[in-house]
């Protein structure tokens, strides 16, 4: 669990960043007891330029703020940042489209190949999918155009 005061590192260091971007933005930052993950929410006017082409824009982002706060932070964390919402929404999206591909599955009995898709998107779909017995969700290709397919349980 992550302490108040690295919160309040998290929190600076996320204020610092992306002032030096010239970006401003309200940020709110969070963690939840006995969870590992701290979420870093901004709310901003214009946040497309920073979400970028499919969130990759978003998900660099993370990975440099991550990088800087590994040197400030020796406790073991996860970060979430998420601009506007992005995130919440693609989630929810992604959670209906793979439900909505497995009922099509399971009434066809015929396969379906969603489109290429980042590693924490494929994990959405499985661990939506995750729970229903009648059909199997595995993930094939490489990377970048790794996919998820959904098979039928019952051939």
């Known amino acids: 669990m992550i302490s108040e005061k690295d919160l309040e ?12 971007i010239c970006f401003e933005a309200e940020i ?4 939840l007891p006995n969870e590992e993950t701290v979420s870093i929410d ?3 006017e214009e ?5 970028g082409e499919r969130g990759q824009t978003l998900a660099e982002i993370q990975h440099l703020l991550k990088a ?11 970060i979430n940042v998420d601009i506007n919402d992005y995130k919440k929404k693609k989630s ?6 793979a ?8 009434l066809s009995k015929k396969e379906r190949i969603l489109g290429p898709m980042p590693a924490y998107e494929r994990r ?10 009648d059909i199997i969700s595995d993930s094939i290709g490489q990377e970048p155009e790794r996919r998820v397919v959904i098979r039928s349980y019952y051939p």
Not at 28 to 31: F, G, I, P
Not at 47 to 51: E, V
Not at 92 to 97: A, D, Q, V
Not at 124 to 133: V, Y
């Open 9 to 20: 590192i998290i929190k600076k260091t996320a204020e610092e960043f992306f002032k030096k």
């Open 28 to 31: 709110k930052v969070k963690s």
């Open 42 to 44: 901004l709310e901003m």
């Open 47 to 51: 946040p497309q330029i920073l979400i």
């Open 68 to 78: 800087m706060l590994r040197r400030k932070i020796a406790e073991q964390f996860y």
């Open 92 to 97: 929810e999206y992604l959670k209906e489209m």
């Open 99 to 106: 439900r909505s591909a497995a009922d099509e599955v399971a």
């Open 124 to 133: 959405i779909i499985h661990l939506e999918l995750a729970e229903r017995e």
